[in-house]
């Protein structure tokens, strides 16, 4: 496989491509008072980490082409995969097949004249239940808990909505957990 060039990559290699002064100018460049003949090994390990990062000649890059090949990638990273966009259709077909199924037992049930107004409502509510077009994800603000405040606390000024009191080490602890989880898996992988 191929090596995937950066954005400053790209642009260096088109002006490789489009331009032969360039080119020229980039191989002439190439030889210059920063490169040296030493063998890597030769040196000890502190100078050659300091002239990696100070021994080096800028190239000459045209910054303009490299940012539009940066823009580029940000456009291609944007767009859905065609696989994703695949399955959310699927997702979204599903849904849809469960709805109007939903819908046609609905009928059936408040069409029915021999059961009652309440055992109605719960066929209902069964049906939307089942086919789990009945739960919308509430939107839940996480107020994180001062020390000595218990789990029981007055609504706070600007929340609206459903809201929920958390200790400020739930996070780390259920980071930790996952961790946890995610080696575990990893180690019955292996086995």
């Given at each position: 496989?191929?090596p995937?060039?950066?954005?400053?990559?790209?642009?260096?290699?088109?002006?490789?491509?489009?331009?032969?002064?360039?080119?020229?100018?980039?191989i002439?460049g190439?030889?210059?008072r920063?490169?040296?003949?030493e063998?890597e090994?030769?040196?000890?390990?502190w100078?050659a980490?300091?002239?990696k990062?100070?021994?080096?000649?800028?190239?000459?890059?045209?910054?303009?082409?490299a940012d539009?090949?940066?823009?580029r990638?940000?456009?291609?990273?944007?767009?859905?995969i065609?696989?994703?966009?695949?399955?959310k259709?699927?997702k979204?077909?599903r849904?849809?097949?469960?709805?109007?199924?939903?819908?046609?037992?609905?009928?059936s049930?408040?069409?029915?004249?021999?059961?009652?107004e309440?055992?109605?409502?719960?066929?209902?509510?069964s049906?939307?239940?089942k086919?789990?077009?009945?739960?919308?994800?509430?939107?839940?603000?996480?107020?994180?808990?001062?020390k000595?405040v218990?789990?029981?606390?007055?609504?706070?000024?600007?929340?609206?909505?459903?809201?929920?009191?958390?200790?400020?080490?739930?996070?780390?602890?259920?980071?930790?957990?996952?961790?946890?989880?995610?080696r575990k898996k990893?180690?019955?992988?292996?086995?």
């Amino acid at each position: 496989a191929l090596p995937i060039l950066d954005p400053e990559g790209l642009a260096l290699g088109t002006a490789i491509a489009t331009s032969k002064k360039k080119k020229r100018d980039l191989i002439d460049g190439s030889f210059n008072r920063y490169t040296f003949n030493e063998e890597e090994d030769e040196l000890p390990d502190w100078f050659a980490n300091e002239e990696k990062k100070h021994r080096v000649k800028q190239v000459p890059l045209d910054r303009k082409m490299a940012d539009e090949y940066r823009q580029r990638w940000k456009e291609l990273n944007a767009r859905p995969i065609k696989k994703v966009a695949e399955a959310k259709a699927r997702k979204k077909r599903r849904m849809l097949k469960k709805q109007e199924q939903a819908r046609k037992k609905a009928e059936s049930v408040v069409n029915t004249v021999d059961i009652s107004e309440k055992e109605k409502a719960a066929q209902l509510r069964s049906i939307y239940k089942k086919a789990g077009l009945g739960k919308e994800k509430r939107e839940v603000t996480y107020l994180v808990a001062k020390k000595g405040v218990g789990p029981k606390v007055r609504r706070p000024a600007g929340v609206k909505g459903h809201f929920k009191v958390v200790d400020g080490r739930m996070k780390k602890d259920m980071r930790a957990q996952k961790r946890v989880d995610k080696r575990k898996k990893q180690t019955h992988k292996r086995k």
